[in-house]
Structure formats: structure tokens, C-alpha cells
């Protein structure tokens, strides 16, 4: 992670200088000094670049003079209106001008200390790369970026507002790190591996293997698995930020007591790589199916964040892990399987297999922690995208007050949610006719009547779905992330349970 | 199966009632004449009467054959699905058709729905159960439909196995299966993986290679009574066809669990002797694999691969 420091603002003597600048705003702080220091090098360029300080609008002045090896100056549209967001946004965006840069100072201009923390949370975030599997790139070509000053006139409230931030980026990068990593080094066992690394956050990690799935009657799930060589794993991340050592005396018992002990429940899709199984999918694109497990990486990097940043929240993430292979122990089309519910279902696609693990894991869910809601999230159909491209993912709901929370976190943090419908003709649309459902509804509403099988293992639970296939994965990038795994509901679902869900 | 009855009254006033008109029966009957029912072969038309009870009337066309009358005892069977009883008035009818009627009725009213565990949210659950056929020659009736039974046990026989998911009937529960039909007098012989080896059946074999679940060879012997060589039936028994590594699209591929009704066919056949016992020899030989796409069939059975 990019190294982050606050002080008060200086010029630095040698190096690079980063200015986020409001649209007709006058100079002063540092932006004032570098131009006093160069004899209004940093004015002339502005002017020649026709620079508006439009949102996310970059100049990079190179060698100005006074010893400042760079100047970006990144406009933030009107600063009156200009949130954390558009710091966040604006400070990513210098962010990537400044890669060959080994150390800048960053002048997000006259903010309250929050939004400094801000600033440094867009550049770490877009200063992130994944670098593993790189073993020929030439030093002078490798990203340089290390270490960022934030200038601020009161550096202790920033550094104190930027404490809690850094936890969630460094959630944010856990996922973004599985969701990059090839299926052939992230098998289930490698994933649940790495999840209990997590152990030192606090986070207590549980995981279960096939054994025991089958004792929990998990035939969809294992349905799903038994093609592959790699076994399945159900990984269960517990944070008990509210009830502390208390909550962990219930432990096994089952469903927690007391008020407000009810803990808030996030299930993940965890398929680390779908074929499709026998029902396969064609060549074409089938590498992008690495990140199929995107719903459980952006759980685990949910609950590294609450537990990183101390939340005072209890918390379960639950992480279903599979691999969709044909083989000759795979999956049939027309299998009919029983779910850990009882209900149960006639295959007749075997790539329609996410749906398939979350329906045994949704009803483990509730079954065993009866908890105050349940989110999934899941990059669970093509047809999301087809109805909402890659800006929005799609929220399925059954209940108003949670939806609404969670579009408003979508907003505030840029991973935006839409709502989609649910209803009862499109439930009927999952009739089998040997069986109690069919695992898929048709062309028609894909990504709705995908969020309907769901429905049917939530078992009355308030209960939200994120069809997140859309925006999982980014194909260019953006200001606060890199081109690649997104991350997408980390910040999303870190924010909703900070706004609502960590008083009393 | 349906349970089947035989009367000469009607003794359940709350079952559903069908009557089979033909269309010179239709034109001639107040009722039928009141709904614009005109007895065509593949008419049917059900309501609710004075009483509450549902009355069905299905069409026969020109006239009472077994055809006609199988097929519109099976729509009336359809219409009253919803019911437990339904009576089917055949005191018109030969002894014969009556039978008849109640074949229709019994093919028709079967289901499958032992995967489902809890109703249809919305819609009328299948219930029926009990057929009753009103005939004035009772004894007569009953023993023809003793001999046409046996053919409906055949296929419903056949039915179950073709329905069943090919997770639920691989090609060693399909054998299992078939070794129920000793109680019937069928002698089951199953032969095993290393059985079909040494006898070289290399074809067979190399379309198993890529599954995990073993292929075998049925083979169900029925003596009959007559001294001659038997008739033979032969059926395809794959159990799940993926198309192994000429892997099928996904598009309907679920089908595929149907690929061995041809074996199912067979067997129910055998059933059908065996129940009646018919005097003919006959013998069924049934091949029972599942083609998959597998390591194991990937690297034997390239296309064009020599055997």
C-alpha cells in the first residue's frame, strides 16, 4: 500500500507536488508557494493547458523549477459542492499522473481534516497494482509511487480520520487481491486459506468441508462441487465488534441472545472458476470467469475492513467456495438435488450454478444465526448486465427500509445500486415439473428470476441480493480503481453498517 | 397407478362424473346440445352441475373405438385431475371398450411427482386416485382389463425410469431397479464393467470411459410357455448423454436424461409379458451407460481414436 503521512503544508524541496484546485478559485496554500517559488511557472501552464478545474481534469507541469521534479493539478469541479467523493476521486486521479514519481506532497486545498483522509484514501486506492506474476518488467517501467503527503493545517485530526479508512483500503485490496489472483493458484482450500490469515484481526474463521456440508445437507452446494477435483469450503468470518468476548461464550450455540446482538449477515458467491460445468460455456470470454468468486472476495474484504477498523458491530460474512467443472463425477443437466431446505431442485443448467451454492448457504444462514438481515453478493447473471451495463448493480429486496439504506451507501461511496423488481409471476417462472423449482427461469428477467430462487431460501429473512456481474470487474480505469477487480460493496456495505448499524 | 373399479351403480354422488359421447350421441343430448358440445375427438368440456358435482364430457368422434374411447377416458382423466375420484359411465359400452376406458383414465392420470416435496403455491394439486367405470357386465370388463393392465404397468413402469433425473439413476440404479423385476418371474441377469471386458465389448466400454459411474449389461429373461427361441428386444440405456468430449450445447442438454428410454421401453415390455403372463419367450438385453465428457474420455476416445 502506498505509504501515507500528514503535516503541515510545505513545498517539498525536491520531488513531486500534487494540487486538487476548485473551479475559479483563487490561489493559495501550496498551489500560491509553488507558484511564488517557480515565478508563476505553475499560472503560465494553467492558463496555456486552458485548465477549468473541471472534476477529474489533470495537468502535469514537468520540472517548473524550485527544486519540484512535477506539479499535477487535478480540478474538482465547484468546490462548495464538492464532497469526499470528488477529493477522493480528484486525489486518484493525481494519483496516476504522479506513477513515476517516488514521493509527492499532496495539497488537497482548504478542507475540513476528514476530507484529507479522503485524499490520501482516492490515491491509495488508485496507486494499487498487482504486481505477482510479473517477472520480466523492467525497473523503469514498474510504478514508482511510494510515499504520499497529505498537506493539512491540522495533521493529528487527519491522520486520527484516516485510521479507520486505511482498514477499509486494506479490505478493499484483500478483495481486489483474490478477485485478480488466477483459478489455478485461488482453488476453495487456497481461498479459505487465505481467509484465515484473517484470524489476525481479529476475526474468528471457520471452515467447512465437504464432510460436513454433507452432514448440513447441502446438495445443491456439493451438486455444484462434484465435478472438480478441487473440494468445496464454506468459510465463516465471525466479528463480534459489539459483544466482544461475550457474544464468543455463545458460540455454537447457535442463534445469538440478547438486544441488539442479532448479528447482520453477508453471504458471497465464491465460484473460483465456472466453466459452466457440463451445460459449458463457450471459449470466448470464459477467462473472465476467474472471478466468478468476486460476492465472497468483496464478504472477506467486508469483514477484514469492520474488523480492521474496530467496528462496533457483530458481524458473519459467509463465503461459498466452488469450482464448476465438467468431469465424469460433474453435474448433469436435469439432476434434481435437495437443498439444505428441504425444497428441491431440477438442474436443468448447470451453469446456473451460483444461485445453486448461495441457496444452501442462505438457509445455513439464517438457520443458524437468525440474523437482523442478510446480504448477498454475488456476480450471479449475464443478464444484469445486459440491463444495467457496468455502472450500476442490480438490488433485489424484500424489504424498503434496507433497500433504500443501501442505495444511499451506493451513492456516497460511488458503487451504485438500482433497484430491480420481485414478484410473484416472475417466481412462478422457476415451475418445475418433477420437482419443487428449476435453477433457471428462462431468457426473459434473467437477473429477476435468479433473485426469486434466492428469495425461496431466505425463509422470510429481511433480505437484500447484489447482482454485482456487471461491475465486479472494471475494463478501463477510474479514478479511485485501477482497471481490473473493483472491489465493488466493501466500501458499499462498510458504509451502510458505519451509517446505521453501529450505535446500540 | 390409478386403483380400478368396476360397477353397475354409481355409488359416489360427490365424484367427478365423465361421460364419452360421440358426436351423434352429442347432438341428441340436452346437456351437450346446451354448451355447444359436439363430441369431436379431441373435444373435452367440464363444469360444476346442480349438485356441485364436476361433470365431464368427453368427445369420441364418429364413434366408440378403443382409440377413441382410451383417448377421451384419458382427457376426462386430465380434466378431473384435481379430484380424488372420478367415475367414468361405460354402461353403453362392450365389455371391451369399458376396459378400454379405464386404460385411457390410468395412462393419463399418472405423474411424477415424488421430487416434489410441498405443493404448488398456486393452482389445484394433482389428487386423483380412485377410477370407477360403470359397466352392466362387471365380471366380463374386469377380466379384459386384467389382461390390458399388465400393458399399463408396462409403461408406467417405463415412465418412472425415463422421468427420473440421471443423478437418481445411474447405470447401477437402473440395474438395481431391474432386479425388482424378479418378483415378477423375470430372471435379471446383470453383467459388470470387467464381465463386458472380457466378452469385448469395446464399443460399449469406450463410451463409459469418461464417467465415474461403471456401465453395465441387463439382460431379463422371460420362459413364457411356448417351446421356441425367444423374441429378443434391445435397448439403448444411456442414462445421461453429455455428448462426451462432442460435447452437446447446453441449450435443452437436461433432455438428455430421457437417452435411455429405449432401455425403459424394454423392460416395461418384459413387465407387460410377465403380468399377463403371456406364453411367448422373450428375452431384453439392455445396455446401460452414462456418456460423459471425463479425463479418462478425453485422452481414449479422441475423435476418429482406433479401438
Not at chain 1, 102 to 131: S, T
Not at chain 2, 85 to 93: S, T, W, Y
Not at chain 2, 117 to 139: C, S
Amino acid at each position: 500500500m502506498l505509504e501515507v503521512s500528514f503535516a503541515k503544508p510545505a513545498l517539498p524541496e525536491t520531488g513531486a507536488l500534487a494540487l486538487l484546485v476548485g473551479e475559479d478559485e483563487p490561489p493559495s496554500g501550496l498551489r500560491a508557494a509553488a507558484d511564488d517559488a517557480t515565478g508563476g511557472a505553475i499560472a503560465r501552464a494553467l492558463a496555456a493547458a486552458g485548465f477549468k478545474a473541471k472534476k477529474n481534469e489533470c495537468v502535469t507541469i514537468l520540472a517548473p523549477g524550485a527544486g519540484l521534479s512535477r506539479v499535477v493539478v487535478v480540478g474538482l469541479g465547484k468546490r462548495a459542492e464538492a464532497g469526499g467523493r470528488a477529493t477522493e476521486e480528484a486525489a486518484g486521479t493525481a494519483a496516476a499522473a504522479l506513477a513515476q514519481e517516488a514521493a509527492a506532497v499532496l495539497d488537497p486545498g482548504p478542507v475540513p481534516p476528514p476530507q484529507a483522509a479522503e485524499a490520501a484514501m482516492g490515491a491509495v486506492l488508485r496507486a494499487w497494482r498487482f504486481d505477482r506474476y510479473r517477472t520480466k518488467e523492467k525497473p523503469e517501467d514498474k510504478p514508482k509511487f511510494a510515499r504520499l503527503t497529505v498537506a493539512h493545517d491540522e495533521p493529528a485530526k487527519a491522520r486520527a480520520a484516516w485510521s479507520s479508512l486505511k482498514a477499509v483500503a486494506e479490505g478493499v485490496f484483500f478483495t481486489r487481491e483474490v478477485v485478480t489472483e488466477p483459478a489455478n493458484v485461488l482453488t476453495p482450500a487456497a481461498f479459505a486459506e487465505r481467509c484465515q490469515s484473517l484470524s489476525r484481526l481479529g476475526l474468528e474463521v471457520e471452515v467447512l468441508g465437504p464432510k460436513e456440508m454433507k452432514k448440513l445437507g447441502f446438495g445443491a452446494f456439493l451438486g455444484v462441487a462434484q465435478g472438480s477435483a478441487n473440494e468445496p469450503r464454506l468459510v465463516v468470518l465471525h466479528w463480534r465488534g459489539a459483544t466482544g468476548s461475550e457474544g464468543k461464550a455463545a458460540k455454537g450455540k447457535g442463534k445469538a441472545k440478547g438486544n441488539g446482538s442479532k448479528p447482520l449477515a453477508f453471504i458471497g458467491k465464491g465460484i473460483t472458476f465456472d466453466t459452466g460445468g457440463v451445460s459449458l460455456k463457450p471459449a470466448q470470454g470464459m477467462e473472465d470467469m476467474k472471478w466468478d468468486m468476486a460476492g465472497a472476495g468483496a464478504v472477506a474484504g467486508l469483514m477484514a475492513a469492520l474488523a480492521g477498523r474496530k467496528a462496533k458491530v457483530d458481524a458473519v460474512g459467509l463465503l461459498g467456495l466452488a469450482e464448476n467443472m465438467p468431469s465424469g463425477t460433474a453435474q448433469r443437466p436435469g439432476d434434481v438435488v435437495t437443498t439444505a431446505s428441504g425444497q428441491t431442485v431440477e438442474v436443468l443448467n448447470t451453469d446456473a450454478e451460483g444461485r445453486l451454492v448461495l441457496a444452501d448457504v442462505l438457509w445455513y444462514c439464517q438457520d443458524r444465526f437468525d440474523p437482523r438481515f442478510m446480504i448477498d453478493l454475488a456476480t450471479l447473471t449475464g443478464a444484469i448486465v445486459i440491463s444495467l451495463g457496468h455502472e450500476h448493480a442490480g438490488l433485489f429486496s424484500n424489504d424498503e427500509d434496507l433497500a433504500q439504506k443501501l442505495i444511499a451507501a451506493g451513492q456516497a461511496t460511488g458503487e451504485l445500486l438500482w433497484r430491480m423488481p420481485l414478484a410473484e409471476a416472475y417466481d412462478k417462472m422457476l415451475k418445475s415439473d418433477i420437482a419443487d423449482m428449476k435453477n433457471i427461469g428462462g431468457r426473459p428477467g434473467g437477473a429477476i428470476t435468479a433473485a426469486q430462487f434466492l428469495q425461496r431460501f431466505v425463509n422470510g429473512k429481511a433480505w437484500a441480493h447484489l447482482d454485482i456481474a456487471g461491475t465486479a470487474w472494471a475494463s478501463k480505469d477510474k479514478p479511485c480503481v485501477p482497471k481490473g477487480a473493483t472491489a465493488f460493496g466493501v466500501r458499499l456495505l462498510d458504509r451502510l453498517v458505519a451509517e446505521h448499524f453501529e450505535q446500540g | 397407478m390409478l386403483s380400478v373399479r368396476f360397477r353397475r351403480r354409481d355409488r359416489h354422488p360427490k365424484a367427478s362424473f365423465a361421460r364419452l359421447l360421440t358426436a351423434a350421441e352429442a347432438a341428441a343430448d340436452p346437456v351437450a346440445r346446451a354448451i355447444g358440445f359436439a363430441g369431436r375427438a379431441d373435444e373435452v368440456a367440464s363444469g360444476r352441475d346442480a349438485s356441485g358435482r364436476l361433470v365431464v364430457l368427453a368427445g369420441l368422434g364418429a364413434r366408440a373405438d378403443a382409440s377413441s374411447v382410451r383417448a377421451a377416458a384419458g382427457r376426462a382423466a386430465a380434466a378431473a385431475i384435481a379430484g380424488k375420484r372420478l367415475v367414468v359411465e361405460a354402461r353403453g359400452f362392450s365389455p371391451e371398450l369399458a376396459a378400454e376406458a379405464a386404460v385411457g383414465a390410468t395412462l393419463r392420470a399418472w405423474r411424477f411427482d415424488r421430487l416434489k416435496t410441498r405443493p404448488e403455491p398456486d393452482g389445484h394439486p394433482p389428487r386423483l386416485k380412485h377410477l370407477e367405470v360403470l359397466t352392466d357386465a362387471k365380471r366380463d370388463a374386469g377380466a379384459v382389463w386384467e389382461t390390458l393392465s399388465a400393458g399399463v404397468a408396462g409403461a408406467l413402469f417405463a415412465r418412472d425410469l425415463v422421468s427420473e433425473p440421471a443423478n437418481r439413476l445411474t447405470p447401477t440404479v437402473f440395474a438395481a431397479r431391474l432386479r425388482g423385476l424378479a418378483e415378477e418371474g423375470i430372471e435379471v441377469e446383470i453383467r459388470d464393467r470387467e464381465w463386458l471386458a472380457r466378452r469385448g465389448f469395446g464399443a460399449l466400454l469406450g463410451v463409459a470411459r469418461g464417467s465415474a459411474n461403471p456401465p453395465c449389461l441387463a439382460v431379463l429373461r422371460w420362459k413364457g410357455t411356448i417351446d421356441r427361441a425367444p423374441v429378443a428386444f434391445v435397448g439403448k440405456g444411456v442414462t445421461f448423454d453429455t455428448g462426451g468430449v462432442d460435447l452437446k450445447p447446453a441449450e435443452r442438454m437436461w433432455e438428455m436424461r430421457a437417452d435411455m428410454a429405449g432401455a425403459a421401453a424394454c423392460a416395461g415390455a418384459m413387465l407387460a409379458l410377465a403380468r399377463r403372463r403371456s406364453p411367448c419367450p422373450a428375452i431384453a438385453v439392455l445396455g446401460l451407460v452414462e456418456n460423459m465428457i471425463g479425463a479418462r474420455g478425453a485422452t481414449t476416445r479422441r475423435r476418429g481414436a482406433r479401438r
